[in-house]
């Protein structure tokens, strides 16, 4: 079955550090995005990509950065890791341009001491 | 930018006991997709149901149903027959149909469901 994943699962990093967040799916979905989710907030959309070298800022972008360099994957980089991007990350892919639904990986838990 | 509004934190019901969850959203647009996730605490996120905005009739998923109302720009989630089960996080969501868009999200309510 057609699956999207993230890894790792769970984090603990340093203040400061670079960290690097996996996404990889297997739908063959040109689309990608990586939304956080904070208490209060629900989810918010960090960045996205509509396909191959395609990449967009969304409402939350500051201190982080994609690339897409093939269709399963978007990693998701925190260049420099703040304790304010303790959170919870989803990865998510669509297949169409307004299809609609989006298909959600299970989450990373990232915690920035 | 368009904005999705729970203002419902939390709401409790019992079990096989109605529940309404609400939705408020703000757009100009006449043409879009509206959503309810359901994120239970292992969580992953779930599709409920989904409603396509030019269609009037109401979308149903077994003992799931939405009461859309465009003009006042509503989207309730009914939740029928309640089970342990459906206790959750549940999200409404909002998604352009114009061209590539993404997906934007109310901040949850938290449902909580008791024998």
Known sequence: ?113 | AQTVTQSQPEMSVQEAETVTLSCTYDTSESDYYLFWYKQPPSRQMILVIRQEAYKQQNATENRFSVNFQKAAKSFSLKISDSQLGDAAMYFCAYRSAAGYSTLTFGKGTMLLVSP
């Open chain 1, 1 to 113: 079955d057609a699956e999207i994943t993230q890894s790792p699962r769970h984090k603990i990093t340093e203040t400061g550090r670079q960290v690097t967040l996996a996404c990889h799916q297997t739908w063959n979905h040109n689309n990608m995005f990586w939304y956080r989710q904070d208490l209060g907030h629900g989810l918010r959309l960090i960045h996205y990509s509509y396909g191959v070298q395609d990449t967009n800022k969304g409402e939350v972008s500051d201190g982080y950065s994609v690339s897409r360099s093939n269709t399963e994957d978007l990693p998701l980089t925190l260049e420099s890791a703040a304790s304010s991007q303790t959170s919870v990350y989803f990865c998510a892919s669509s297949s169409g341009r307004t299809t609609g639904e989006l298909f959600f990986g299970e989450g990373s838990r990232l915690t920035v001491l």
